[in-house]
């Protein structure tokens, strides 16, 4: 049996399945939110979609391809603001913390006065 969309049914079947599905897209991103560790993976990503940097290219296929990188983080991003309007600012508090867990060695690596 093929979808009718003029068939009531049909459609308030789609719209409870549209519904589950964005109710579920909704819950994964509020865990990924909610997660330092899935946070430092979505930072990641960010940096590497460049959402905050122009992919200008004079290659029309890099170009494209840069483009569409860009809007998956921001589609990533938006849907994170929408959980958590504070998200930007704790992925960088979960990258400064990790960084420092990072330096073992007691001295700080940014610092070129710092002594060893």
């Known amino acids: 049996m093929s979808y009718d ?6 459609v ?16 994964g991103i509020a865990k990924i939110c909610n997660d330092p560790e899935c946070r430092l993976v979505l930072a ?11 992919n200008f290219n004079s290659n029309a296929t890099d170009h494209a391809y840069n483009e569409g990188f860009r809007s998956a983080g ?3 991003l938006g849907k994170a603001l929408l959980h958590d309007g504070q998200i930007m600012g704790k992925i ?4 400064d913390l990790t960084d420092k ?11 070129p006065d710092s002594s060893d």
């Open 74 to 76: 921001l589609w990533w």
């Open 44 to 54: 990641a990503f960010l940096d590497e979609a460049n959402i905050f940097q122009t």
């Open 101 to 111: 867990a990072g330096n073992h060695d007691g001295h700080n690596t940014d610092d």
């Open 12 to 27: 308030k079947d789609a719209k409870r399945k549209a519904y589950h599905l964005n109710e579920k897209i909704q819950n």
């Open 92 to 95: 960088q508090t979960d990258k």
């Open 5 to 10: 969309a003029g068939d009531p049914k049909n």
